[in-house]
């Protein structure tokens, strides 16, 4: 029989993905990467490290929809990628993209996060 994995007992976590633009949506779906700030590093890799599942929800800013969601495939590196330029984000991470679709946020309005005062969740 298979040995359970060590993190199944932890936690799955969640995180909205801001995008400032749709072509970067485009490119994570084709080559199953992603990048974010330097800021946000650190949060998503503590989140990758322990929890058993990381969501990424993704969202071009403005838009008013959600583009699709997708699971974080590995922590984040220090290779950088060329495809999204020199926007000042940092390591490029893999993701494994489980729907892409535009889901307009009032679909998920009922959805309401109590990290974020219970603001609706878009």
């Not at 199944?8 to 700030?37: A, H």
């Not at 071009?60 to 929809?65: A, D, E, F, I, P």
Request: charged share 20%; aromatic share 14%.
């Amino acid at each position: 029989s298979k040995s359970p994995s060590p993190r199944q007992n932890m936690p799955v976590r969640y995180f909205i993905m801001k995008s400032n633009n749709l072509q970067n949506i485009d490119i994570s779906q084709q080559k199953g990467i992603w990048s974010t700030t330097p800021s946000n590093e650190r949060k998503l890799n503590g989140a990758f490290w322990e929890s058993s599942m990381v969501y990424l929800i993704f969202s071009v800013q403005g838009s008013g929809h959600f583009q699709g969601f997708a699971r974080m495939g590995s922590a984040i590196g220090c290779e950088k990628s060329q495809d999204w330029g020199s926007a000042g984000f940092g390591g490029v991470f893999k993701v494994e993209w489980i729907r892409k679709e535009s889901i307009p946020f009032q679909f998920a309005h009922h959805l309401l996060n109590p990290w974020n005062d219970n603001k609706k969740v878009q």
